[in-house]
């Protein structure tokens, strides 16, 4: 069973850069044809999915993030790492890191709550 938990500040300031973690545990993030996708919910919204890194390393971005959205990977601590540059108040949303095979998502993190405001 895989299992994944989110961490990181659930305050941020606007403009600064939110850093978040997301450490699997039951699976190597380099697993063959493993993607680990970062999905956010903004309160009263649906799911907006961000990108993805996968088991070579390669990474996606949502067209709409993708100036200020970087994905890297610690295959030593089997973490995922997701920065959001000059965040604003409408990044405010639950974070969640997702485990995919293919088009298939499969086991979820709890999620993280993140609030910007100064």
């Known amino acids: 069973q895989v299992q994944l938990q989110e961490s990181g500040p659930g305050l941020v300031k606007p403009s600064q850069t939110l850093s978040l973690t997301c450490t699997v545990s039951?699976?190597?993030?380099?697993?063959?044809?493993?993607?680990w996708d970062w999905i956010r919910q903004p309160p009263g919204k649906g799911l907006e999915w961000m990108g993805a890194?996968?088991?070579?390393?390669?990474?996606y971005y949502s067209p709409s993030l993708k100036s200020r959205t970087s994905i890297s990977r610690d295959t030593s601590k089997n973490q995922i790492t997701l920065h959001l540059s000059s965040v604003t108040p409408e990044d405010t949303a639950v974070y969640y890191c997702?485990?995919?095979?293919?088009?298939?998502?499969?086991?979820w993190g709890q999620g993280t709550q993140v609030t910007v405001s100064s």
């Open positions: 039951g699976a190597s993030i380099t697993t063959n044809l493993q993607y």
């Open positions: 997702v485990e995919r095979t293919g088009a298939i998502w499969g086991s």
């Open positions: 890194i996968n088991y070579d390393g390669d990474t």
